[in-house]
């Protein structure tokens, strides 16, 4: 079992940043990739950026250039780094590890992000 808890979201302004923590507990070595993906209102859920193990990083194409995903393994952690912020970003925030050899995902509660003025 994985737990994941998320942090860092909140409502900025257009063209503000904001930065998302997602902190790892629990079987934390069977973990493969972490990722971020986000669900506004009436739409899908979809991928905004991804980590594997191995550093290896991909984005939505309506982030790229804008969100930066990294991670701290000594304290089990990935971020989404979010500048240029748009009002089409804004969305519930939901952190998601794959692990296990049958890559079982996993899921935080969810952040809420508003970019508005």
């Known amino acids: 079992q994985v737990q994941l808890v998320e942090s860092g979201g909140g409502l900025v302004q257009p063209g503000g940043s904001l930065r998302l923590s997602c902190a790892a507990s629990?079987?934390?070595?069977?973990?493969?990739?972490m990722g971020w993906y986000r669900q506004a209102p009436g739409k899908e859920r979809e991928l905004v950026a991804r980590?594997?193990?191995?550093?290896?990083?991909n984005y939505a194409d309506s982030v790229k250039g804008r969100f930066t995903i990294s991670r701290n393994n000594a304290k089990n952690t990935v971020y989404l780094q979010m500048n240029s912020l748009k009002p089409e970003d804004t969305a519930v925030y939901y952190c998601?590890?794959?692990?296990?050899?049958?890559?079982?995902?996993?899921w935080g509660q969810g952040t809420q992000v508003t970019v508005s003025s």
């Open positions: 980590i594997t193990s191995g550093g290896s990083t």
């Open positions: 998601n590890a794959q692990a296990g050899i049958a890559l079982h995902n996993y």
């Open positions: 629990g079987s934390i070595f069977s973990i493969s990739a």
